[in-house]
């Protein structure tokens, strides 16, 4: 029977999203990927982008220290993860990360700075014309290729929500990982 346990390994209620684990309090057997892609409306070294290009180390930096995070696709110190083009086109910037648990994602998206950057988003990306966010279910200690959350992301598009490819309100509806 898998129960869900907080960061401090003790069991919260059956209904709150968590880490899912084994009765016996072994290491989770899943965790939650997630892709996000933006187009920047400019060149990353023109200045209508540069305060969201200056402050990608900041963000990505509060990402790696909130409790929950596990992996991030990086590049270069200072250039986050935007020399990684995508179907050619050096604008796409990438995030890939993995986490925790949905509890831990949700509260870096939406309850600390990284919230006011994204509410700038309209700034400095371009509006995209399809789907442009997945989130999925992970075994835990994988590290997922962009290619592989790219396949993720075209999935969501084809086929709406479903277990393979996700967003908030499928994940708010359905917050438990596969079982083992």
Known sequence: ??????????????????AWVMEDQTV???????????????PKDDPRVADFINNLDRINGLGKRMPGFIWMMEGEAGQGNTATAINGDPQF???LT?????????????????AKFMN????????????HF???W????????????????????RDGDTAQAF??????????????
Do not use: C
Request: net charge neutral.
């Open 1 to 18: 029977m898998f129960i869900p346990v907080g960061h401090s390994g003790q069991l919260r209620h059956p209904d709150t999203r968590a």
């Open 28 to 42: 989770p057997k899943y965790h939650l990927a997630e892709l996000n892609i933006g187009r920047l409306r400019a």
């Open 93 to 95: 910037i990438p995030n």
């Open 98 to 114: 993995v986490w925790e648990n949905s509890d831990t994602l949700e509260t870096f998206v939406f309850n600390t700075l990284h």
């Open 120 to 131: 700038r988003r309209a700034e400095w990306f371009t509006v995209l014309d399809q789907m």
């Open 134 to 136: 997945a989130m999925w």
């Open 138 to 157: 992970v075994p835990a200690g994988h590290k997922p290729t962009l290619q592989e959350a790219l396949l993720r992301l075209e999935t969501l598009r």
């Open 167 to 180: 967003g908030w309100d499928y994940l708010r509806a359905n917050p438990a990982p596969p079982v083992a």
